[in-house]
């Protein structure tokens, strides 16, 4: 899988798996016409082409052999301090549980860090059971809640910000084969690399052994530490920085 920027080529596919993430998730609260509705305010095409013109918001796209999978919606609010308020992270229902969801809030939250972003928040509504889980067990705490309408409803929307413990509970395991290498790549454990993140595998899905380190930028497993527990991806070059990146500068 690669984490990308999105671009104008990407919107019909950005619907696509908008409307199946959003019908397979509030089904149960929301009917269908209204999930429709909504879709058409938030998707169309001109209003995508906003936000990728907008230095302030962040689109990035998770694309495998299957096309674009999953995406992220964020923007950059508020100057003193800055918030990364992610609005949308979308997996489509075919490819949720691999760990899609995990390696795309990590980049979506690096990403927002690189905007300028000093605290991340994310927003969803409050009758999605996974979708507050998800926050809660990636080291996010509920903030408060606030009113939002969506078509004609008014519903309750929870707001989660990040905290410094970065303690991941949620299932972000997919199994990698990549020049005839097979491992469990946890994308929940994420180290900061000068090209993209590296994330930690293991041998077997329960981790009780531990393969390496993945390349993110290249999707390789082709990398080596050195001293001082510098890690280099000898495919593509992408480095652990000296200090190893957890979420408490956010």
Known sequence: ?????????????????????????????????????????????????????????????????????AFSQSEIVGKTPSDGRILWLHVHPDHRGHGYGSRLLTETKEALVEHGAQQISGAVLDGNRRGNEFYAAHAFERAGDRTVTVADETLTENIFVATEEEHVEWEALDEVTVDDETAYVNYAEAHRGTEGQFYEAYV??????????????CNSFDTAMGTMEEVVCNSCGNRRKATRWDAAYL
Do not use: N
């Open 204 to 217: 077997d899905p329960e981790r009780e052994r531990r393969y390496g380190l993945y390349c993110g930028a």
């Open 1 to 69: 899988m690669q984490i990308r920027d999105a671009t104008a080529d990407d919107f019909e596919a950005l619907r696509a798996v908008a409307a199946a993430s959003l019908h397979d998730s509030y089904h149960h609260m929301l009917d269908p016409k209204t999930i429709d509705v909504a879709l058409e305010e938030w998707y169309a095409a001109d209003l995508l082409a906003e936000q990728l013109a907008d230095d302030e918001a962040v689109l990035l796209v998770a694309e495998d052999d299957a096309g674009i999978v």
